[in-house]
Every structure is written in C-alpha cells, then in structure tokens.
C-alpha cells in the first residue's frame, strides 16, 4: 500500500509504550491499539514503519507482525498454543537420534546432548533419548516441568518461544534461544544438523539452501525479539 504517513514516533501509553503514525496509535489487523510493554521495542518498531519507502512493505516489518499477532492471538489462543508446544516433549528433535550412519550419529551426540545437559542442570528437566522411527517415551515430570517454566513466561515471551519452537523443530532449542544459552547460528546449525551433514555429503540445493536461510533468518529476528522484551 502507498505511505499514507511522514513521522513513525513511540510514546507512553496507559497500558505501555504505543507507536503513532503522525500522532494516530497504530491498531493491530483486529482492531486493538498497539502497545509493548518497554520504550526498546516501541521504538524498534516505529524504526520498521520510518523505514519505509513510499510504499509500505509489511512483511518487512516483522517485529509489528509479531507485537500484533501476539497482541491478536495469544491471549485467545494461548491453550492450544501451550498443548502444541508440550506436544513437542515426546517429539523433542534432540532426544530422536540416527541409527546410521555413525558419523551422522556421532554429530547428533556432540551437538544435540549439550542443550540437554543445559536442560536439566538449569530447570531440573531431564530428557530420555532414543533411536528408531520414535522417540523414546518421556516422563511426566519433564512434562510438568515444561508445563511450568510455559507458564512462568510472560505472553511476549510465550510467543516468542512458539515461534522459534515452531521454526527449530525443538522447545529445548526454542528455550535455549530465549534464555540466550545459544546463539541464534547455533540453534540453526543444531536444528538442521542432519541436513546440513546431507548437504556436506551430496550437495545442496537451490530450494535446501532457500530454506535454510530463511530459517537463519527467523531465528536471528527471533533472537533480536527476545532482546527487545526484555530490555
């Protein structure tokens, strides 16, 4: 769509820090005013919209995407947000490793158990690992445990873990990344390490190495987000 604005600003609200365009609060696609919790994140997204040329651009905007998607979504769909991401505890890509080759599985043991470790000696959260078509079957402590540290999160932050859940393929590499124990770069190289291994042994191709850096991508946004709420 064409700018329809000059000046992007942030300024305190009543219920937080708000992002004006020419002095009108900007509202989500649901009709609610935008507002984060901190004057960082206000001011990053109003640096998104000031950014723009004479059209406006929203997919490259992802920080507004996501303060309004958590804006619209969260507090109505947090339940089953919460059930897909304690789904992942018996799908946990960490725990599942390769039967062959060795090199493959001697990659996942390197890289894979040391989130884990992280895991347990941080939450108390232990993970069983396995190998075969199915993970092995975790306990229900480990499933309380993660049911607790979802719940301690602040609906930004619930979002943000989503996100990068969804994007990783793992809540052990989606916390990890929250709490900053890894690097984005080194949650992509652990989330895709079998298909980089494949990659480093055939080759890559052009649609692999597409979606490859656009995970990177995600991940670096979701790390820079998780930045921001924080600040």
Excluded at 23 to 50: D, F, H, M, S
Excluded at 171 to 190: D, G, M, T
Excluded at 211 to 227: C, G, P, Q, S, T
Aim: with cysteine; aromatic share 6%; charged share 25%.
């Amino acid at each position: 769509m064409k700018r329809f604005y000059k000046n992007a600003t942030a300024e305190q609200a009543e219920n937080g820090f708000a992002v004006l365009l020419d002095g009108k609060v900007i509202r989500t696609p649901a009709g609610q005013k935008l507002a984060v919790p901190n004057r960082k994140l206000a001011e990053a997204i109003a640096a998104e919209w000031q950014g723009q040329g004479d059209t406006v651009i929203p997919h490259s905007m992802p920080l507004m995407r996501m303060a309004a998607t958590c804006i619209d979504h969260v507090p109505l769909q947090h339940g089953a947000m919460q059930e897909r991401l304690l789904a992942y505890v018996e799908t946990e890509l960490l725990c599942l490793r390769a039967e062959d080759p060795p090199e493959l599985r001697q990659l996942q043991e390197a890289g894979w158990q040391p989130p884990l470790d992280w895991l347990k000696q941080t939450h108390g959260i232990e993970l069983k690992t396995g190998s075969g078509l199915t993970g092995p079957r975790q306990s229900a402590m480990a499933a309380d445990g993660f049911a607790r540290r979802l719940k301690a999160l602040s609906p930004l932050v619930f979002f943000g873990v989503h996100e990068a859940a969804s994007c990783s393929g793992s809540l052990v590499l989606a916390l990890a990344l929250q709490e900053k124990a890894l690097s984005p770069e080194k949650v992509f190289e652990l989330a895709e390490l079998e298909s980089l291994f494949q990659a480093r042994r055939w080759w890559q191709d052009v649609a692999a190495e597409s979606r490859h850096n656009a995970i990177r991508a995600e991940l670096v946004m979701l790390a820079k987000w998780f930045e921001l709420i924080t600040a």
